[in-house]
């Protein structure tokens, strides 16, 4: 059964309290859950990390290398400065599809930018919690033979 890495960045550990306004009342063991749910009726599996560091995140996604088949990475505000962590996603080849709960482009102006987008299959932003259930559609729709 093919294996997707759900990556979350700095700051996702707070979701559910932090600025609900903007991210939504649901915690990411709530997302998590969603997502092992929606994940066994796609045929996938999946497995979750989260960190607050630059370099934490980027050793996660060269594991994922020969473990997992695809990545869904929400990498926070990393999206916006991280060189490291687009190179380590080129690096490894892998899909990855970025995430972002709020919709990013409508947000402030250095929010707009996102190196992740370069090296992702497609960015999926503004549809809280239910844009990572998308992400998993999408690639179960490319790994996933029927
Ligand atoms: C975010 C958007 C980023 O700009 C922000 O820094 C986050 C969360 C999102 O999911 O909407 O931490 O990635």
Do not use: W
């Not at 050793?59 to 505000?77: F, M, P, V």
């Not at 060189?83 to 080129?90: C, E, F, G, K, W």
């Not at 690096?91 to 090296?119: C, K, Q, Y």
């Amino acid at each position: 059964m093919p294996s997707v890495l759900i990556l979350n960045g700095p700051n996702l550990n707070l979701l559910g309290t932090r600025q609900p306004e903007v991210y939504g009342a649901t915690t990411l063991a709530d997302i998590e859950a969603l997502c092992t749910d929606a994940a066994q009726r796609l045929g996938l599996s999946v497995a979750f990390a989260q960190s607050n560091h630059e370099g934490v995140l980027v050793d996660h996604i060269h594991a994922a290398k020969g473990t997992h088949d695809a990545i869904i990475l929400n990498a926070g505000a990393y999206t916006h400065t991280s060189i490291a962590l687009m190179d380590a996603v080129t690096s490894v080849d892998l899909p990855m599809v970025e995430v972002h709960l709020s919709n990013i482009h409508a947000r402030e102006g250095f929010r707009h930018t996102s190196h992740i987008a370069r090296v992702a299959i497609g960015q999926i932003c503004g549809f809280g919690p239910k844009g990572y259930l998308m992400a998993l559609d999408a690639l179960a729709e490319r790994l996933v033979t029927p």
